[in-house]
């Protein structure tokens, strides 16, 4: 194919997106069958309201509700599981198995089958379900449909405390929604009680663990907060979190970028810089900073604590309750004294270890703060799908390279597929080549940098050249990276280069391949990765990961992750008894059974250390690497001559100087001009 033709296509960015059809939408898109869709498990009755529905008029949905045997089967078919902590705990007790613990701590609420019924059962502020509407949201995803009525229903009646809450469900299902919407509800329902208090103050805080994903959530909360009283806002630094108090404060362009100019905003911008809005969206280092201002020097110190705050959202949870963020995200945690805050926890991917920390956390504060057991709340947790496994829609390829100069190539054969490198077995059914926009991820700033050096001239002039090209990472200015961020959305970038930065949370609905130039170091890492596509139930999205010899001993996991992922795939298309054709035209090739028996299983020191420090040629190199790891380092690198490749010429162009030498000063023959290195 004719790189050029394939480069100028439109990258398809929508702004909105269509509505999915039926077959396109059940469990492996997030997506809960519109009513007249094959849902024949829930009974009739909701077959019959359908109809009103289909004449186009939302509000008119169910309005009766399910019994507990349709909530068990409506469960099961969307893969909900909703568990009671404290009765999983209590079932401890009596029985062994985990099963039956399971089993019997498992809870069926009504599910939110159509967001219809967020004002005819919830309720909800008119402002805030006409913002949904406008959205061209039709119907909730399954994260939306088991979680809004758990967070949504207590705020109904007086003196009801929603539960704490983790949600496992994912990438791409629209949990942002699934904690703004009631966040939002409870918010404007607060406002309403004390009209009297003209004074607003923060009385909420989502934690994210990037300004991209802080920027991001406040983008999608700004949407539905219009008109509904309720204002939301990313920390900065100079703002104020109460009378008197304020964080060193920053050019004013670094404190404004990256956020829509809306007039919440410039409320926010008073001259006292008091924050002034209801939901304050923050990473933790930023918020941590305002909270105890000497922390770099003592996170002993107890922070200045923050008894309004009744709802604490902790959005990717595990990476912000992991080493590197874990003692902000606690001293956040810790600063939110109110007896009736509101904790939840919402990621893809939370592992047994995490879960046990934010468990043990919730209990230790109850203690703290001597609130008496029976007004503590409840403590659920709802997972959707299968526990850290790829979304089905999308299709992975993993690709031995041998050597880091066979990555390169792979990558350019990715950007200039031929003919015979897109369809090589000559196969009418083979995949079509991938198209841009491409997300590609390297283990380190310096390897983004460098990758980005070597690519930056491979898009053709008449197509963009070197504009269509970026890098970004957490180097960069913030004025830079907000800017990379929008060109991106908008289709101006086609190919963007970075590290782990982007691989949370960040939704870019059009991106049409992932790339792991350098494997990720976690299962999860590569869950998440690989979830930058495939959003909102978006077909056609690939995962490619390319992996060197030095990578074989870590490949494992993620083998197994697309292994899984392609077995869901599977039972998917067989569902549908028509046949989907979206399913049905995924690239072959992914992980073939010999692979997972031949590759070897990854030690538990071996996993940690990948996870602390990326594989160790990639690293930097460090004054105190000794010269063999130096080489190993150097031979890493990414240019257009491997190392070795580099040490050959090297060696070549020595040989020549030697030869030329013996013939001109045969004395010099025993200290010939010895080889130096390949920098
Ligand atoms: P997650 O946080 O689960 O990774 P996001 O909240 O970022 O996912 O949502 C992914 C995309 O899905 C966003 O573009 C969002 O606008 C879209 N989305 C969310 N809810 C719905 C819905 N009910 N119907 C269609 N699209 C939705
Ligand atoms: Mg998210």
Same mark, same amino acid.
């Given at each position: 194919?004719?790189?050029?033709?394939?480069?100028?296509?439109?990258?398809?960015?929508?702004?909105?997106?269509?509505?999915?059809?039926?077959?396109?939408?059940?469990?492996?898109?997030?997506?809960?069958?519109?009513?007249?869709?094959?849902?024949?498990?829930?009974?009739?009755?909701?077959?019959?309201?359908?109809?009103?529905?289909?004449?186009?008029?939302?509000?008119?949905?169910?309005?009766?509700?399910?019994?507990?045997?349709?909530?068990?089967?409506?469960?099961?078919?969307?893969?909900?599981?909703?568990?009671?902590?404290?009765?999983?705990?209590?079932?401890?007790?009596?029985?062994?198995?985990?099963?039956?613990?399971?089993?019997?701590?498992?809870?069926?609420?009504?599910?939110?089958?159509?967001?219809?019924?967020?004002?005819?059962?919830?309720?909800?502020?008119?402002?805030?379900?006409?913002?949904?509407?406008?959205?061209?949201?039709?119907?909730?995803?399954?994260?939306?449909?088991?979680?809004?009525?758990?967070?949504?229903?207590?705020?109904?009646?007086?003196?009801?405390?929603?539960?704490?809450?983790?949600?496992?469900?994912?990438?791409?299902?629209?949990?942002?929604?699934?904690?703004?919407?009631?966040?939002?509800?409870?918010?404007?329902?607060?406002?309403?009680?004390?009209?009297?208090?003209?004074?607003?103050?923060?009385?909420?805080?989502?934690?994210?663990?990037?300004?991209?994903?802080?920027?991001?959530?406040?983008?999608?909360?700004?949407?539905?907060?219009?008109?509904?009283?309720?204002?939301?806002?990313?920390?900065?630094?100079?703002?104020?979190?109460?009378?008197?108090?304020?964080?060193?404060?920053?050019?004013?362009?670094?404190?404004?970028?990256?956020?829509?100019?809306?007039?919440?905003?410039?409320?926010?911008?008073?001259?006292?810089?008091?924050?002034?809005?209801?939901?304050?969206?923050?990473?933790?280092?930023?918020?941590?900073?305002?909270?105890?201002?000497?922390?770099?020097?003592?996170?002993?110190?107890?922070?200045?604590?923050?008894?309004?705050?009744?709802?604490?959202?902790?959005?990717?949870?595990?990476?912000?309750?992991?080493?590197?963020?874990?003692?902000?995200?606690?001293?956040?945690?810790?600063?939110?004294?109110?007896?009736?805050?509101?904790?939840?926890?919402?990621?893809?991917?939370?592992?047994?270890?995490?879960?046990?920390?934010?468990?043990?956390?919730?209990?230790?504060?109850?203690?703290?703060?001597?609130?008496?057991?029976?007004?503590?709340?409840?403590?659920?947790?709802?997972?959707?799908?299968?526990?850290?496994?790829?979304?089905?829609?999308?299709?992975?390829?993993?690709?031995? *390279?041998?050597?880091?100069?066979?990555? /390169?190539?792979?990558?350019? +054969?990715?950007?200039? #597929?031929?003919? %015979?490198?897109? $369809? @090589?077995?000559?196969?009418?059914?083979?995949?079509?080549?991938?198209?841009?926009?491409?997300?590609?991820?390297?283990? *380190?700033?310096?390897?983004?940098?460098? /990758?980005?050096?070597?690519? +930056?001239?491979?898009? #053709?002039?008449? %197509?963009?050249? $070197? @504009?269509?090209?970026?890098?970004?990472?957490?180097?960069?200015?913030?004025?830079?990276?907000?800017?990379?961020?929008?060109?991106?959305?908008?289709?101006?970038?086609?190919?963007?280069?970075?590290?782990?930065?982007?691989?949370?949370?960040?939704?870019?609905?059009?991106?049409?391949?992932?790339?792991?130039?350098?494997?990720?170091?976690?299962?999860?890492?590569?869950?998440?990765?690989?979830?930058?596509?495939?959003?909102?139930?978006?077909?056609?999205?690939?995962?490619?990961?390319?992996?060197?010899?030095?990578?074989?001993?870590?490949?494992?996991?993620?083998?197994?992750?697309?292994?899984?992922?392609?077995?869901?795939?599977?039972?998917?298309?067989?569902?549908?008894?028509?046949?989907?054709?979206?399913?049905?035209?995924?690239?072959?090739?992914?992980?073939?059974?010999?692979?997972?028996?031949?590759?070897?299983?990854?030690?538990?020191?071996?996993?940690?250390?990948?996870?602390?420090?990326?594989?160790?040629?990639?690293?930097?190199?460090?004054?105190?690497?000794?010269?063999?790891?130096?080489?190993?380092?150097?031979?890493?690198?990414?240019?257009?001559?491997?190392?070795?490749?580099?040490?050959?010429?090297?060696?070549?162009?020595?040989?020549?100087?030697?030869?030329?030498?013996?013939?001109?000063?045969?004395?010099?023959?025993?200290?010939?001009?010895?080889?130096?290195?390949?920098?």
């Amino acid at each position: 194919m004719d790189a050029l033709k394939l480069l100028s296509r439109s990258t398809g960015l929508k702004t909105k997106i269509s509505k999915p059809s039926p077959q396109n939408v059940p469990s492996a898109s997030g997506h809960i069958p519109s009513e007249n869709g094959s849902d024949s498990t829930v009974g009739r009755k909701r077959k019959r309201d359908s109809k009103d529905s289909d004449d186009g008029d939302s509000s008119v949905t169910l309005s009766h509700l399910l019994t507990e045997e349709e909530v068990r089967q409506f469960q099961k078919k969307h893969k909900i599981k909703i568990v009671d902590l404290k009765l999983f705990r209590a079932a401890s007790k009596s029985t062994d198995s985990r099963k039956s613990q399971k089993e019997q701590s498992r809870i069926f609420p009504q599910p939110l089958t159509s967001f219809g019924q967020l004002g005819q059962q919830y309720n909800i502020n008119s402002a805030l379900a006409g913002n949904i509407a406008q959205q061209a949201y039709f119907e909730p995803t399954e994260v939306q449909a088991a979680t809004l009525p758990l967070l949504l229903k207590p705020l109904l009646e007086e003196g009801q405390q929603e539960p704490d809450l983790l949600t496992i469900a994912p990438t791409g299902s629209g949990k942002t929604l699934a904690f703004l919407i009631p966040l939002i509800e409870k918010t404007s329902r607060a406002h309403r009680q004390r009209r009297d208090q003209a004074e607003k103050h923060v009385s909420s805080i989502i934690l994210a663990p990037t300004k991209e994903l802080v920027s991001q959530i406040v983008n999608e909360g700004r949407k539905l907060c219009s008109k509904t009283g309720v204002s939301i806002t990313a920390m900065r630094k100079g703002m104020e979190l109460w009378e008197g108090h304020a964080v060193e404060a920053e050019s004013q362009s670094d404190v404004d970028e990256d956020v829509e100019h809306n007039s919440d905003l410039e409320k926010d911008h008073n001259p006292s810089r008091l924050v002034k809005a209801d939901i304050l969206v923050s990473t933790p280092l930023s918020l941590v900073h305002a909270l105890c201002p000497a922390w770099e020097e003592d996170q002993t110190k107890p922070p200045n604590p923050l008894p309004h705050i009744e709802t604490l959202i902790l959005d990717e949870a595990d990476v912000l309750l992991d080493p590197l963020f874990r003692a902000q995200t606690l001293a956040v945690w810790a600063a939110c004294t109110s007896p009736s805050l509101q904790i939840s926890l919402w990621s893809a991917t939370i592992g047994s270890s995490i879960e046990e920390l934010a468990i043990s956390t919730i209990y230790q504060r109850q203690k703290r703060l001597k609130i008496p057991r029976s007004q503590r709340p409840q403590l659920l947790r709802t997972i959707i799908g299968l526990k850290d496994t790829s979304l089905p829609s999308i299709s992975h390829r993993l690709t031995y *390279t041998a050597t880091e100069s066979g990555k /390169l190539l792979g990558m350019r +054969q990715l950007l200039h #597929p031929t003919r %015979a490198t897109s $369809s @090589s077995k000559g196969d009418a059914d083979a995949a079509p080549p991938p198209r841009t926009p491409f997300l590609v991820f390297t283990q *380190t700033i310096a390897r983004a940098q460098s /990758l980005y050096d070597e690519l +930056q001239y491979d898009i #053709p002039a008449p %197509a963009g050249g $070197s @504009s269509r090209i970026a890098v970004l990472h957490s180097s960069l200015p913030d004025h830079v990276r907000s800017s990379i961020m929008q060109k991106f959305r908008e289709g101006k970038i086609w190919v963007l280069i970075t590290t782990d930065l982007l691989s949370r949370g960040v939704d870019f609905r059009g991106v049409n391949v992932v790339v792991n130039y350098d494997i990720p170091t976690t299962v999860a890492g590569y869950v998440h990765r690989a979830g930058r596509t495939g959003r909102a139930g978006r077909r056609g999205g690939v995962c490619v990961s390319f992996y060197t010899k030095e990578d074989i001993q870590y490949v494992k996991g993620i083998a197994n992750v697309i292994a899984a992922s392609e077995k869901a795939q599977a039972s998917s298309a067989n569902r549908h008894e028509n046949g989907d054709s979206a399913a049905a035209s995924l690239p072959a090739g992914g992980i073939q059974p010999w692979l997972l028996h031949a590759l070897p299983d990854v030690s538990k020191t071996a996993k940690k250390d990948l996870k602390l420090h990326g594989v160790q040629s990639r690293r930097a190199i460090h004054a105190d690497d000794d010269e063999k790891t130096r080489r190993m380092k150097r031979k890493a690198r990414i240019g257009t001559q491997s190392g070795y490749e580099k040490r050959e010429v090297n060696r070549k162009r020595a040989a020549v100087q030697a030869s030329l030498s013996r013939r001109t000063a045969p004395q010099e023959r025993d200290t010939g001009a010895e080889w130096g290195g390949f920098d």
